[in-house]
Antibody
Framework: QVHLVESGGGLVKPGGSLRLSCEAS????????MSWIRQAPGKGLEWVAF????????NYADSVKGRFTISRDNANNSLYLHMNNLRPEDTAVYYC????????????WGQGSLVTVSS | EIVLTQSPGTLSLSPGEAASLSCRAS???????LAWYQQRPGQAPKLLIY???SRATGIPDRFSGSGSGTDFTLSISRLEPEDFAVYFC?????????FGQGTKLEIK
């Protein structure tokens, strides 16, 4: 079955950088768009970024544009989120999720990885 | 962007009762592109409903979605203990995709 496992979260100081990873299994990874979605403590969900299956298109929420970069390695069934210039408001659980198709709903989610930005 | 407002914030019911959760959009959701997710404590969100009324694979038929335009509803006909969780709606009719703030369904 579909399995998504995030890793790489942790505590980082404001202005710092972090890279999240998501390992996918149970489906043909390079057939699907993939997204990152985050959930700040006690808050709702916010879509962060998505990338096309062929890696020729990516899109970002305005709140992270210019600071975060989504990427993927189809040979290794992995999705990444490179986060630079982190701010306290980026503190959240970050989920990777499989897009049903371009800009639609998310049919599978990982368990999430907590990123805490604090001095 | 489309803002989704869910109500109530918290709903207290007993197992066996029926639940009705609301999701209202700030403007019409194109093609009724609205999904519902369930999130149990400490778990990832799980897709329940897409296209406003289509159940995802493996979702029991006690879950149903309805609505169109700006007003959508998730109904649960007979609450089971495992249904007590937080429920989010999400629109994908226009970019960026946005979520509601969630409704917590708790045991009375």
């Amino acid at each position: 079955q579909v399995h998504l496992v995030e890793s790489g979260g942790g505590l980082v100081k404001p202005g710092g950088s972090l890279r999240l990873s998501c390992e996918a299994s149970g489906f043909t990874f390079n057939d699907y768009y993939m997204s990152w979605i985050r959930q700040a403590p006690g808050k709702g969900l916010e879509w962060v970024a998505f990338i096309s299956n062929s890696i020729d298109y990516a899109n970002y929420a305005d709140s992270v544009k210019g600071r975060f970069t989504i990427s993927r390695d189809n040979a290794n069934n992995s999705l990444y989120l490179h986060m630079n210039n982190l701010r306290p408001e980026d503190t959240a659980v970050y989920y990777c999720a499989r897009d049903k198709s371009y800009d639609l709903y998310f049919d599978y989610w990982g368990q999430g990885s907590l990123v805490t930005v604090s001095s | 962007e489309i803002v989704l407002t869910q109500s109530p914030g918290t709903l207290s019911l007993s197992p066996g009762e029926a639940a009705s959760l609301s999701c209202r959009a700030s403007r019409s959701v194109s093609s009724n592109y609205l999904a519902w997710y369930q999130q149990r404590p400490g778990q990832a969100p799980k897709l329940l409903i897409y296209h406003a009324s289509s159940r995802a694979t493996g979702i029991p038929d006690r879950f149903s979605g309805s609505g169109s335009g700006t007003d959508f509803t998730l109904s649960i006909s007979r609450l089971e203990p495992e249904d007590f969780a937080v429920y989010f709606c999400q629109q994908y009719g226009s970019s960026p995709r946005t979520f509601g703030q969630g409704t917590k369904l708790e045991i009375k």
